[in-house]
């Protein structure tokens, strides 16, 4: 099934199916070995990611872009309820994990909320992603609601790349360098 987009004002929300039970999309969220074989830009390779799933812990990771950029971002887990929920704060950052700006998007939100279900439905899980920028400037939610055709776009190739994973059809990336702790 297409993704499908719920794009009110400041809100952006997306479906995606999957056709695997919940534990195995819920593994391939929660494991850093797994994230790092599809959670990336269209194009770009994982260089670099640390894992810590737990409320209060984060992942930190790196990509490098086709242009040769790197780009680093962090998610701070603030709920997890295996295997129901993940609500995070994802925001750019540098390679300590101090939050950056979008190095391409000037205006763009420091801090995304995402709350991310997994519910088990008739061949799979269905994941139903809802995001809105917090302590945001005008601007910062201008850039938000402007972008959500950007965001409909990265999470459903991101989510292409999950399809292929959890099916076994993801090749053999580059091994980046990871840690779980």
Not at 7 to 28: I, K, N
Not at 69 to 95: K, L, T
Request: with cysteine; proline share 8%.
């Amino acid at each position: 099934m297409p993704p499908s987009i719920d794009s009110r004002p400041a809100t952006f929300a997306l479906t995606h199916r999957l056709a695997v039970p919940r534990t195995a999309a819920w593994a391939a969220l929660s494991d850093a070995d797994r994230l790092a074989q599809w959670w990336r830009p269209a194009g770009a390779r994982l260089t670099a990611a640390s894992l810590a799933f737990h409320p209060g812990g984060r992942f930190l990771y790196a990509t490098r872009l086709p242009n040769g950029q790197a780009m680093w971002g962090r998610f701070v887990y603030r709920d997890i309820e295996a295997p129901r929920r993940i609500v995070c704060v994802a925001s750019f950052s540098d390679a300590g994990g101090r939050v950056r700006r979008h190095p391409l998007r000037v205006h763009w939100p420091r801090y995304v909320h995402h709350t991310l279900e997994l519910a088990e439905v008739a061949g799979g899980t269905e994941l139903r992603l809802r995001s809105r920028p917090v302590h945001a400037t005008s601007a910062e939610i201008r850039a938000f609601e402007d972008g959500h055709i950007c965001l409909q776009r990265g999470f459903a190739d991101a989510w292409a790349r999950l399809d292929a994973h959890l099916a076994g059809r993801a090749g053999t990336p580059p091994t980046p360098t990871r840690s779980q702790e």
